[in-house]
Every structure is written in structure tokens, then in C-alpha cells.
């Protein structure tokens, strides 16, 4: 076998791992119910989440609970399936937190509640195209 | 209404379109024409790209004009920019935009294209033809035409009015409707390097086609071997631009944003990650391919490579399929169908040129042997790949999902939970890799070594490399295996490419630019290892409280809170937060917020007393000056055994664009280490406080008292006034204002609360608030048998500020590394541009 072979071959071998770690340590978007199960699985991963904040006939965002020194809180998330559950975020709340239409969180179970390590966004306000302040 | 310079404008556009398909089309014709014709097609195509150079730099003139007039009617100027934006900002608001942004990239490909004609004459009608087609493609993102009968829009005009493109019922009354302000510039944007970092950025992009398209002519017409020469310095400018460009867009995250790092593996930045890898790799292959005739495929291939790459880069971050995974790709502006056809019309281009030739295209069939130079450059070229394609897999898994569910399949793939453990984890063993691999490599400079020679060579370099590696170990405490291996590579790295620099500054310095880059990748290295792999929150709060019933775990804080002029330890440190402060406009230093008062225009304040900064006074009393209002900075004082060692400004920015407000954190650099703090929550000031019970206490004048158990106080006087506010008092009212004296922590206070009798019956009273301390006093009666005066106190909670505060160690020998590669950059290009000018006498 030619040096060059082996190169090729040692080459293909990385790519091949590399490609296989991507699907492996790659995260997916799963509803609560799937979520709870993998904990009680036993899986520690992190899997994405994406729900929407619970709201009252007014509009208002309900279940939200700071703790009293402001460094954390916890808050309910409605999945797709129409699931709410308690989250938890070891974090002061986001500026943005109570405007967002959309919200990912990336975590996973810790008995019943819901942990997040990590919060995404989609606000309306960002991107869209706002309507004309006329007058100004 | 300017009609006119908006249609100018959109003229230019189309103009610049089409002179670039004529350039294109003139150049093509020069390739083929005939000894005769071919001058004259040669001619066409030149007159036909400066036709194009004009309109392009007509289009820049005319959307600079529009934001710099601030011509509101114009949805640009409208969108990105205000009226009291300073200039260099406004040169940002230039390409905040999308289609900006296409504008700058298309001016620097003009001036390159410039500067190609006039230098590279044996080259210019195919390079050219490639140069044009790229320009066509580009000005089509922008032109903004609607084909009649499919109805299909062509490319977003930067020139679009206000009133066709926001649906708005205010048109419909008054066509002619003018803001009389835009929506400004996004604050985190206004940033000296949000002005400098896009056009070096886009310059870097711009430069690498000149490869490409030497590449491409080379391919086209069977100069297989020639078109390196003029591709290699080209390559290497825009490594080192591109370089440059990438890492200013991370020391502004770092100064700016508050993740904590420089670097957060977001696919944005990632998609300019990967051609930078791969552009470095193809300048390797090029140059083993000038000194030894090996690696010219590779050449080939890389360079396409690279190109197509930037167009993939492109696709994602300005078609919008980030969406879901990046924190800031543009939004789409309906343009995903033209970009994926300029992509596909350059791959599959290139692709079929390449099969078409590949036959032709000379290789050397010798081995290289495992103790050449060639070999090791190669090993190095490849792993560079490798690292790049690690990367791409990931940050294209919205794409996969897109592509899985057209045909039907709905794939729930998200990217990696944590990016920069996943991403960090591969690219620090690649970066162990090309440490190894370029550190050796150097000692093949003489083509030929054998085993006993290179064990010779490495000796030195390998004792040196030990103990710096000993000494640093021993310092730096370092004990994590995966860290030790990266520093041991990195030192080695480093030393052995100082002792190649050593023995070439006495032969040629000219010669040492690939020395001196690899210098600045080993530093870069370490300088990563230390500030991402050491960084450590020295905020920790330990106080491992329960959070909830539900979970029955210890939670440790990584912010900290904050009450005024209550102090904390931290990190060695007392810390101790003072208020709030605005910045001036037109003065360094900041102001405390009370001492000063608002005016009517929310840019200007007045001040309330002399207003001194670190000892210098910035404006007396009574000035009136103007400030940021969208920018509060939190004061904290950093003490060291009772010595100030000092204070820090973290900012928090109120931008509606960003959702509500941005943190930007304050840096304490030292030469070991940065103390890196920013604002994780503010108070919020506009919610009416929750005041305490009110506590009476009657006091006599002069007497002594307490407020809150701490202060000491004491009522100093009691007089008549006779207006309130500037306002004068009918002539029935009596008014009185006590004057209270309050020691604070650092400061004294001096409340004035007024007591007012309105017509003989109706009492009134008018509280003062000590805004840092927290409490408000009321002058609640006045008890003229016993000469005493009734006072009422009311506390709140006192200001407070949560922080999060990391530690970066060495993060200066990132940006130390970064500059030396930079100017091993600098010198490797000029060095190829001389042996390309020389190459031209020698013809």
C-alpha cells in the first residue's frame, strides 16, 4: 500500500468520526412528555424545548415566581402539544423574557421541574416591520 | 419628497447590472477572438467595467447622500439611521442594512477588479470574465426589478420609499408624509468597531476572489501551472484581511456584548470561520506547489473551495435559515432563491470546468517522502480541512432539516445544546494538530534532512520547549490533561519557529513571514487555552440555597447583588456599587444621575452642582449639557486592602431593537489577567417603589437623630418660601422648607421637604427623597408649643445592581498572537507580490 493510501484512508476515518459525533452530540427539538421521558430514562442531555408563556384572558404572562434577590425565577412554558410545565432558570429573567412571543429552552428534567441551562428568544418586536410612528 | 436622487440611484443599479454583463460578455469574447479582434474586445470589456466601477461607486455616493441628508422619505435612511447620529456612525448605518452590506462587498470587487486590470495584463480577459459574472450576480441582490408577466422581483433596492415599503395608513391620507426622524441606529452598533470591522470584513471576502478567478482562468484556458503565481499573494492578503476582519468582530462581542468571550461558535460566525481555515490551507498548497511542483490539485480544489464557500456563507446568514439557531443572521429579504442560484451557478461552474480539465492538469507522481518539507505542509493543509469541515457539519444542520422536509420529512435535528463545549472539544485536538504538524514542518526548510539530521535540529528547540513548558506548569497550575497537551504543543509551536526566525533574521528577514504567523497561531493557542479554558466567575455566590419544593438540589449563584454603598468581597476584592452614572456626550467621564436634572429635550441636562470626575470638573452648576440617555452606567468601586484599585462602568443600554436592554460589561485589564464585569439585572427605576410604614419622631432644631438606625441626621433650619418649583405662592398660602442634614455612607445629604398651608386650612406636604439612601422625609407639622417639629421617614429597599464578573486570564496573548500573525501576514504578501512583479520583468 502506497503512503498515499493510508493518508486517504486516515483522512476518510476523521470525516467519518466527525460526521458521526455531529448526529451523536447533536440536540433535538422534543415536547415536554418526550422530555420527561428521556429523564426518567436516565439521560442527563440537554434537549430544546420550544413553548409558549402561559397567559391570562388579558393577555397577561402568568406563573411567573422571582426568587427574592432577583438572581433566578422559574416560569410556566406551554409546549406544542398543549403541555404546561414549571421551568426553572438559575438566572436573573431576561430584558426580553415577558415580550417573547416564542421561547426555547435548552435543559432537561430534574425530578418534575424542568431546568434550564440555556434560554432563546424570539421576539416580534426584533425583526418585524414595525408600524410608522406617524406624527413624529 | 427627493425623487431624484432615489431614481439617480436605482439608475445607477441597473446601470451597474448591466455594464457588468457587458464587461462579462466583451471579456468572454477577448478569449476567443481572434489576434485581431481581440483588442478590441479587450478594449469593450475594460470601458464596460469602468462603465460598471462608475455606476457602483454612483449607487455608494447616492445612499450615502440619502442617509447623510437624512432624507426619511427613503425606507433606508428611515430604518437605520436618525438625525443626531455623529458621521463616522453614519458611515455604519451604511451597511447595517442588507442590501448596504451587499454594496460595500460589491465596492471592494470594483476596486480590486481595478487594480487587476491595471496590473495582471496576461491574465485580465478570463479573470475578468469571472470578476464581471461575480459583480453581475451581486448587483442583482440590489436591483430591485420586477420582470412583468411572472411577476418575479429581482434583488431588494436599497432606494425603496418609505411609503412602498411600510403599509401604512398615514400614506393613504398623505402620500407625501415625511418622518421627521428615523428609527436610528441600533446603540449596540455604535461602536468604533462596528465601523471599521464590517468593510474589513467584506474586504477580506472581496480579495478572495481574485484566487478564484486566476483559478478559474487558469482551469479555463490550460495555464495549469501559471495562474499561482498571481493567485498566491492575492490569497495571502485576504488570509491576513479576512483574519483581521474575523477577530475585530470578536474583540467588539468581548468589549460589547456579555456572554463572556470573543468567540461563541454561532453559526454566523462560523460560516466565516470555514473559508478562513480553508483559505489558509490553500495558501500552504500553493506554496509547496511553487517550490516543489507538488499539491496542485490540491491547490485547485481549495481555492475553489474557499470561494464557494464564502458563497455558502453568504446563503446562510441572508436567507434566513438560521432563524431558529443563530443569535444575529440578517432576516430574510425574500433574496434565499437568487442566492442559492449565484451559489449553484459558481459550484456546478467550477465543478464541470474542473472534471473537463482534470486529465490535464499536470501532477508529480513522486511519494513525498515522510522528512519533506512538502509532506508536512500537506498534513498541515489537510487537518486545517478537517477542522473547517468539523465545524460546517453542524452549523448546517438547518439546513439539512430544510432539505429533509422538502421531501417530506420532518427531521427535529437541533444544533449541539452547548456550542462551545461541542465545538471546543474537536477544534482544541485540531488545534494540538496544526501546533505539531507546523512546528516540525519548519525544520524541513532544506528539502532534504534524513532522521539524523532532524533528531539534530530538534534537539535544542525540544529542551527549550520543555522547560517553558515547565516554568509555565509551575506558574499557571495547570492540571487538566486535554490543557496541558494544548500548551505543550503551543510552547513547542512557538519555539521552534522562534529558532527558524532566529537563523532567518541573519539570512533574508524577508523571508520570515511564515515564521512569524506560526509565532502568532502558538500564541493565539495558549492565549485560548488560558482565557476560555480558565476563565472562572469570580462572582460566585456559594450560598447554595434550596430554589424550590420541587427540586431538591443546591444551587450555586453565579451573580451577585448589589446594594449601594453596602460592600462585598469578591475575588480578593472589596466591591462596593455607587450609583448610577451618565456619560457626557462631549466629555470623557461620567455623572453621577443626581446631580443632575432632567430638561425638556431627553438628550440635555442641567446640572444640579459643580460636577467633578476623578478630580477634574467636567461643568459647574447650572450647565446645561448633553448626555446619552439610552446609556446608564453602574458605578463599582474595586478596593484592595482598603486601597481603590478601581472603578469600573458597566453599561446597560435601553434599545427597543434588542428587546428591551443590552448589558455591556466593563473591563479591568491587567497585564495577566482581565476582570471582565458586567450588569446581569438592574433595578428598575420607572416602577413606583414599595415604601416602608411611615416612623414619626419629633425633633427639635439642631437635635440629633437617626434615620434608619444608621444615619446620623440632624434638622438645620426651617424657612419661609415664597415659591415652589420657580412657581410663585397666592398670597393666602404659607410655604415652609426645612433643611435636613443626613450623613450617608460616603456622602452627605442634604432632604428638603416642604410644608405648605393652602388658603388658611387645606395642609399640603411635599416630600424629599434621598434617592441613594433610600428614604424619604416628610416635614409632617410644626408644634409651635414645645418648638418641636414633626418628622416622618419612609424607607425602600435600598439601589441595587446584580452583577456577573469573570476572570479571563491572559487573554492578552490572544490579542498579543493576533498581531503577529497579522504582520507574518504582511510580510509573507509582500514578498509574493515582489516575486510577481519580478516574474512580469522576467517575461
Same mark, same amino acid.
Given at each position: 500500500?502506497?503512503?498515499?493510501?493510508?493518508?486517504?484512508?486516515?483522512?476518510?476515518?476523521?470525516?467519518?468520526?466527525?460526521?458521526?459525533?455531529?448526529?451523536?452530540?447533536?440536540?433535538?427539538?422534543?415536547?415536554?412528555?418526550?422530555?420527561?421521558?428521556?429523564?426518567?430514562?436516565?439521560?442527563?442531555?440537554?434537549?430544546?424545548?420550544?413553548?409558549?408563556?402561559?397567559?391570562?384572558?388579558?393577555?397577561?404572562?402568568?406563573?411567573? #415566581? $422571582?426568587?427574592?434577590?432577583?438572581? *433566578?425565577?422559574?416560569?410556566? /412554558?406551554?409546549?406544542? @402539544?398543549?403541555?404546561?410545565? &414549571?421551568?426553572?432558570?438559575?438566572?436573573?429573567?431576561?430584558?426580553?423574557?415577558?415580550?417573547? #412571543? $416564542?421561547?426555547?429552552?435548552?435543559? *432537561?428534567?430534574?425530578?418534575? /421541574?424542568?431546568?434550564? @441551562?440555556?434560554?432563546?428568544? &424570539?421576539?416580534?418586536?426584533?425583526?418585524?416591520?414595525?408600524?410608522?410612528?406617524?406624527?413624529? | 419628497?427627493?425623487?431624484?436622487?432615489?431614481?439617480?440611484?436605482?439608475?445607477?443599479?441597473?446601470?451597474?447590472?448591466?455594464?457588468?454583463?457587458?464587461?462579462?460578455?466583451?471579456?468572454?469574447?477577448?478569449?476567443?477572438?481572434?489576434?485581431?479582434?481581440?483588442?478590441?474586445?479587450?478594449?469593450?470589456?475594460?470601458?464596460?467595467?469602468?462603465?460598471?466601477?462608475?455606476?457602483?461607486?454612483?449607487?455608494?455616493?447616492?445612499?450615502?447622500?440619502?442617509?447623510?441628508?437624512?432624507?426619511?422619505?427613503?425606507?433606508?435612511?428611515?430604518?437605520?439611521?436618525?438625525?443626531?447620529?455623529?458621521?463616522?456612525?453614519?458611515?455604519?448605518?451604511?451597511?447595517?442594512?442588507?442590501?448596504?452590506?451587499?454594496?460595500?462587498?460589491?465596492?471592494?470587487?470594483?476596486?480590486?477588479?481595478?487594480?487587476?486590470?491595471?496590473?495582471?495584463?496576461?491574465?485580465?480577459?478570463?479573470?475578468?470574465?469571472?470578476?464581471?459574472?461575480?459583480?453581475?450576480?451581486?448587483?442583482?441582490?440590489?436591483?430591485?426589478?420586477?420582470?412583468?408577466?411572472?411577476?418575479?422581483?429581482?434583488?431588494?433596492?436599497?432606494?425603496?420609499?418609505?411609503?412602498?415599503?411600510?403599509?401604512?395608513?398615514?400614506?393613504?391620507?398623505?402620500?407625501?408624509?415625511?418622518?421627521?426622524?428615523?428609527?436610528?441606529?441600533?446603540?449596540?452598533?455604535?461602536?468604533?468597531?462596528?465601523?471599521?470591522?464590517?468593510?474589513?470584513?467584506?474586504?477580506?471576502?472581496?480579495?478572495?476572489?481574485?484566487?478564484?478567478?486566476?483559478?478559474?482562468?487558469?482551469?479555463?484556458?490550460?495555464?495549469?501551472?501559471?495562474?499561482?503565481?498571481?493567485?498566491?499573494?492575492?490569497?495571502?492578503?485576504?488570509?491576513?484581511?479576512?483574519?483581521?476582519?474575523?477577530?475585530?468582530?470578536?474583540?467588539?462581542?468581548?468589549?460589547?456584548?456579555?456572554?463572556?468571550?470573543?468567540?461563541?461558535?454561532?453559526?454566523?460566525?462560523?460560516?466565516?470561520?470555514?473559508?478562513?481555515?480553508?483559505?489558509?490551507?490553500?495558501?500552504?498548497?500553493?506554496?509547496?506547489?511553487?517550490?516543489?511542483?507538488?499539491?496542485?490539485?490540491?491547490?485547485?480544489?481549495?481555492?475553489?473551495?474557499?470561494?464557494?464557500?464564502?458563497?455558502?456563507?453568504?446563503?446562510?446568514?441572508?436567507?434566513?435559515?438560521?432563524?431558529?439557531?443563530?443569535?444575529?443572521?440578517?432576516?430574510?429579504?425574500?433574496?434565499?432563491?437568487?442566492?442559492?442560484?449565484?451559489?449553484?451557478?459558481?459550484?456546478?461552474?467550477?465543478?464541470?470546468?474542473?472534471?473537463?480539465?482534470?486529465?490535464?492538469?499536470?501532477?508529480?507522481?513522486?511519494?513525498?517522502?515522510?522528512?519533506?518539507?512538502?509532506?508536512?505542509?500537506?498534513?498541515?493543509?489537510?487537518?486545517?480541512?478537517?477542522?473547517?469541515?468539523?465545524?460546517?457539519?453542524?452549523?448546517?444542520?438547518?439546513?439539512?432539516?430544510?432539505?429533509?422536509?422538502?421531501?417530506?420529512?420532518?427531521?427535529?435535528?437541533?444544533?449541539?445544546?452547548?456550542?462551545?463545549?461541542?465545538?471546543?472539544?474537536?477544534?482544541?485536538?485540531?488545534?494540538?494538530?496544526?501546533?505539531?504538524?507546523?512546528?516540525?514542518?519548519?525544520?524541513?526548510?532544506?528539502?532534504?534532512?534524513?532522521?539524523?539530521?532532524?533528531?539534530?535540529?530538534?534537539?535544542?528547540?525540544?529542551?527549550?520547549?520543555?522547560?517553558?513548558?515547565?516554568?509555565?506548569?509551575?506558574?499557571?497550575?495547570?492540571?487538566?490533561?486535554?490543557?496541558?497537551?494544548?500548551?505543550?504543543?503551543?510552547?513547542?509551536?512557538?519555539?521552534?519557529?522562534?529558532?527558524?526566525?532566529?537563523?532567518?533574521?541573519?539570512?533574508?528577514?524577508?523571508?520570515?513571514?511564515?515564521?512569524?504567523?506560526?509565532?502568532?497561531?502558538?500564541?493565539?493557542?495558549?492565549?485560548?487555552?488560558?482565557?476560555?479554558?480558565?476563565?472562572?466567575?469570580?462572582?460566585?455566590?456559594?450560598?447554595?440555597?434550596?430554589?424550590?419544593?420541587?427540586?431538591?438540589?443546591?444551587?450555586?449563584?453565579?451573580?451577585?447583588?448589589?446594594?449601594?454603598?453596602?460592600?462585598?468581597?469578591?475575588?480578593?476584592?472589596?466591591?462596593?456599587?455607587?450609583?448610577?452614572?451618565?456619560?457626557?456626550?462631549?466629555?470623557?467621564?461620567?455623572?453621577?444621575?443626581?446631580?443632575?436634572?432632567?430638561?425638556?429635550?431627553?438628550?440635555?441636562?442641567?446640572?444640579?452642582?459643580?460636577?467633578?470626575?476623578?478630580?477634574?470638573?467636567?461643568?459647574?452648576?447650572?450647565?446645561?449639557?448633553?448626555?446619552?440617555?439610552?446609556?446608564?452606567?453602574?458605578?463599582?468601586?474595586?478596593?484592595?486592602?482598603?486601597?481603590?484599585?478601581?472603578?469600573?462602568?458597566?453599561?446597560?443600554?435601553?434599545?427597543?431593537?434588542?428587546?428591551?436592554?443590552?448589558?455591556?460589561?466593563?473591563?479591568?485589564?491587567?497585564?495577566?489577567?482581565?476582570?471582565?464585569?458586567?450588569?446581569?439585572?438592574?433595578?428598575?427605576?420607572?416602577?413606583?417603589?414599595?415604601?416602608?410604614?411611615?416612623?414619626?419622631?419629633?425633633?427639635?432644631?439642631?437635635?440629633?437623630?437617626?434615620?434608619?438606625?444608621?444615619?446620623?441626621?440632624?434638622?438645620?433650619?426651617?424657612?419661609?418660601?415664597?415659591?415652589?418649583?420657580?412657581?410663585?405662592?397666592?398670597?393666602?398660602?404659607?410655604?415652609?422648607?426645612?433643611?435636613?442634614?443626613?450623613?450617608?455612607?460616603?456622602?452627605?445629604?442634604?432632604?428638603?421637604?416642604?410644608?405648605?398651608?393652602?388658603?388658611?386650612?387645606?395642609?399640603?406636604?411635599?416630600?424629599?427623597?434621598?434617592?441613594?439612601?433610600?428614604?424619604?422625609?416628610?416635614?409632617?407639622?410644626?408644634?409651635?408649643?414645645?418648638?418641636?417639629?414633626?418628622?416622618?421617614?419612609?424607607?425602600?429597599?435600598?439601589?441595587?445592581?446584580?452583577?456577573?464578573?469573570?476572570?479571563?486570564?491572559?487573554?492578552?496573548?490572544?490579542?498579543?498572537?493576533?498581531?503577529?500573525?497579522?504582520?507574518?501576514?504582511?510580510?509573507?504578501?509582500?514578498?509574493?507580490?515582489?516575486?510577481?512583479?519580478?516574474?512580469?520583468?522576467?517575461?
Amino acid at each position: 500500500m502506497k503512503k498515499s493510501h493510508i493518508f486517504a484512508i486516515a483522512i476518510i476515518g476523521v470525516a467519518i468520526v466527525i460526521i458521526i459525533s455531529t448526529a451523536g452530540d447533536s440536540s433535538t427539538y422534543v415536547n415536554f412528555d418526550e422530555a420527561y421521558q428521556l429523564a426518567s430514562n436516565g439521560s442527563t442531555s440537554s434537549i430544546h424545548v420550544v413553548g409558549e408563556l402561559t397567559k391570562d384572558a388579558d393577555g397577561k404572562i402568568t406563573g411567573i #415566581e $422571582k426568587s427574592a434577590d432577583n438572581l *433566578s425565577f422559574s416560569f410556566m /412554558l406551554v409546549d406544542d @402539544k398543549g403541555k404546561a410545565q &414549571k421551568v426553572f432558570y438559575n438566572e436573573p429573567m431576561p430584558p426580553d423574557f415577558l415580550r417573547s #412571543e $416564542k421561547v426555547v429552552i435548552i435543559g *432537561s428534567y430534574r425530578n418534575d /421541574l424542568f431546568v434550564a @441551562k440555556k434560554i432563546l428568544l &424570539k421576539c416580534p418586536s426584533k425583526y418585524q416591520e414595525q408600524k410608522l410612528n406617524a406624527g413624529v | 419628497m427627493h425623487y431624484l436622487i432615489g431614481n439617480l440611484g436605482h439608475l445607477s443599479v441597473v446601470t451597474a447590472f448591466v455594464t457588468s454583463l457587458v464587461s462579462a460578455f466583451a471579456y468572454w469574447k477577448a478569449t476567443t477572438a481572434t489576434l485581431q479582434s481581440k483588442d478590441a474586445w479587450l478594449q469593450n470589456g475594460r470601458v464596460a467595467f469602468y462603465g460598471h466601477t462608475f455606476s457602483v461607486l454612483a449607487v455608494v455616493v447616492t445612499l450615502f447622500v440619502i442617509i447623510q441628508q437624512h432624507y426619511f422619505e427613503y425606507h433606508y435612511a428611515y430604518s437605520h439611521s436618525d438625525s443626531h447620529l455623529p458621521g463616522y456612525y453614519l458611515l455604519s448605518t451604511f451597511w447595517n442594512g442588507q442590501e448596504g452590506s451587499f454594496l460595500l462587498w460589491m465596492f471592494w470587487h470594483v476596486i480590486i477588479g481595478v487594480v487587476l486590470i491595471k496590473t495582471q495584463k496576461s491574465w485580465e480577459a478570463p479573470s475578468m470574465v469571472v470578476f464581471a459574472l461575480v459583480q453581475a450576480f451581486l448587483t442583482s441582490m440590489i436591483l430591485g426589478v420586477v420582470i412583468p408577466g411572472i411577476n418575479l422581483k429581482l434583488g431588494s433596492s436599497p432606494f425603496i420609499l418609505l411609503r412602498d415599503a411600510i403599509n401604512d395608513p398615514i400614506f393613504k391620507l398623505q402620500p407625501d408624509f415625511i418622518p421627521k426622524d428615523g428609527q436610528g441606529l441600533n446603540p449596540l452598533l455604535q461602536n468604533y468597531w462596528m465601523v471599521i470591522h464590517p468593510p474589513t470584513l467584506f474586504l477580506g471576502f472581496g480579495l478572495a476572489l481574485p484566487p478564484f478567478a486566476f483559478c478559474i482562468a487558469g482551469l479555463w484556458q490550460k495555464k495549469y501551472m501559471e495562474w499561482v503565481k498571481p493567485a498566491l499573494p492575492w490569497a495571502l492578503l485576504a488570509g491576513g484581511i479576512l483574519g483581521l476582519g474575523i477577530l475585530m468582530g470578536g474583540y467588539w462581542a468581548y468589549e460589547t456584548l456579555n456572554f463572556g468571550g470573543y468567540w461563541n461558535w454561532d453559526p454566523v460566525e462560523n460560516a466565516v470561520y470555514v473559508p478562513w481555515l480553508v483559505l489558509v490551507a490553500s495558501i500552504h498548497t500553493m506554496i509547496t506547489y511553487k517550490n516543489s511542483g507538488t499539491a496542485l490539485k490540491a491547490s485547485i480544489i481549495l481555492t475553489i473551495a474557499v470561494f464557494i464557500l464564502l458563497l455558502y456563507q453568504t446563503f446562510l446568514t441572508r436567507s434566513g435559515i438560521l432563524g431558529d439557531a443563530s443569535v444575529h443572521s440578517f432576516t430574510d429579504l425574500g433574496l434565499s432563491g437568487q442566492l442559492l442560484i449565484y451559489l449553484f451557478f459558481f459550484l456546478v461552474g467550477a465543478i464541470v470546468l474542473s472534471i473537463i480539465r482534470w486529465k490535464e492538469i499536470p501532477s508529480s507522481e513522486k511519494e513525498a517522502s515522510v522528512y519533506s518539507r512538502e509532506f508536512w505542509i500537506f498534513l498541515g493543509a489537510t487537518t486545517l480541512c478537517l477542522m473547517g469541515f468539523q465545524v460546517l457539519m453542524p452549523t448546517s444542520i438547518p439546513v439539512y432539516n430544510k432539505l429533509l422536509s422538502l421531501i417530506g420529512i420532518q427531521s427535529n435535528l437541533a444544533p449541539p445544546a452547548n456550542q462551545v463545549e461541542f465545538y471546543s472539544k474537536f477544534q482544541l485536538w485540531f488545534g494540538v494538530a496544526v501546533a505539531i504538524i507546523s512546528g516540525t514542518g519548519q525544520f524541513f526548510w532544506w528539502k532534504k534532512i534524513d532522521k539524523q539530521k532532524l533528531k539534530n535540529e530538534l534537539i535544542t528547540p525540544a529542551m527549550v520547549t520543555l522547560i517553558v513548558f515547565a516554568l509555565i506548569i509551575a506558574f499557571a497550575k495547570i492540571y487538566k490533561p486535554t490543557y496541558l497537551v494544548l500548551t505543550l504543543a503551543g510552547v513547542y509551536l512557538i519555539v521552534s519557529n522562534a529558532k527558524v526566525l532566529l537563523s532567518l533574521i541573519k539570512l533574508n528577514p524577508k523571508l520570515s513571514g511564515g515564521a512569524l504567523a506560526h509565532i502568532g497561531v502558538g500564541m493565539m493557542l495558549i492565549g485560548v487555552m488560558f482565557s476560555a479554558g480558565y476563565s472562572k466567575v469570580v462572582s460566585l455566590n456559594n450560598s447554595g440555597m434550596l430554589i424550590s419544593k420541587e427540586l431538591p438540589t443546591e444551587f450555586n449563584r453565579d451573580n451577585l447583588l448589589l446594594f449601594i454603598n453596602e460592600p462585598r468581597e469578591m475575588a480578593g476584592y472589596e466591591l462596593e456599587y455607587l450609583g448610577e452614572r451618565y456619560e457626557p456626550r462631549h466629555k470623557s467621564g461620567y455623572v453621577n444621575k443626581n446631580h443632575v436634572d432632567p430638561t425638556n429635550n431627553p438628550l440635555k441636562v442641567v446640572a444640579r452642582q459643580d460636577i467633578l470626575f476623578k478630580g477634574t470638573k467636567l461643568y459647574s452648576a447650572k450647565d446645561t449639557f448633553e448626555i446619552y440617555p439610552e446609556n446608564t452606567y453602574y458605578e463599582i468601586e474595586l478596593r484592595k486592602n482598603g486601597k481603590v484599585s478601581a472603578s469600573l462602568f458597566p453599561r446597560v443600554q435601553i434599545n427597543d431593537q434588542m428587546g428591551g436592554f443590552v448589558a455591556s460589561p466593563d473591563i479591568k485589564r491587567k497585564l495577566s489577567r482581565d476582570l471582565y464585569t458586567h450588569v446581569s439585572l438592574p433595578m428598575n427605576k420607572s416602577e413606583e417603589p414599595e415604601w416602608g410604614k411611615l416612623e414619626e419622631l419629633k425633633v427639635q432644631m439642631g437635635e440629633e437623630f437617626y434615620i434608619n438606625a444608621k444615619y446620623t441626621s440632624s434638622l438645620e433650619q426651617v424657612t419661609r418660601i415664597d415659591e415652589i418649583d420657580g412657581i410663585p405662592l397666592a398670597p393666602e398660602d404659607v410655604a415652609v422648607k426645612a433643611k435636613i442634614k443626613v450623613q450617608g455612607e460616603r456622602e452627605t445629604f442634604y432632604a428638603e421637604p416642604i410644608f405648605l398651608i393652602r388658603s388658611k386650612s387645606q395642609v399640603g406636604r411635599i416630600s424629599s427623597e434621598i434617592n441613594d439612601l433610600g428614604v424619604k422625609l416628610t416635614l409632617l407639622n410644626i408644634l409651635p408649643e414645645t418648638n418641636e417639629f414633626l418628622i416622618g421617614i419612609n424607607a425602600r429597599q435600598k439601589d441595587w445592581v446584580v452583577i456577573k464578573a469573570l476572570e479571563k486570564p491572559l487573554i492578552n496573548v490572544l490579542w498579543l498572537g493576533t498581531g503577529v500573525l497579522m504582520v507574518g501576514f504582511c510580510v509573507a504578501m509582500v514578498r509574493r507580490f515582489k516575486e510577481f512583479e519580478e516574474s512580469k520583468k522576467e517575461i
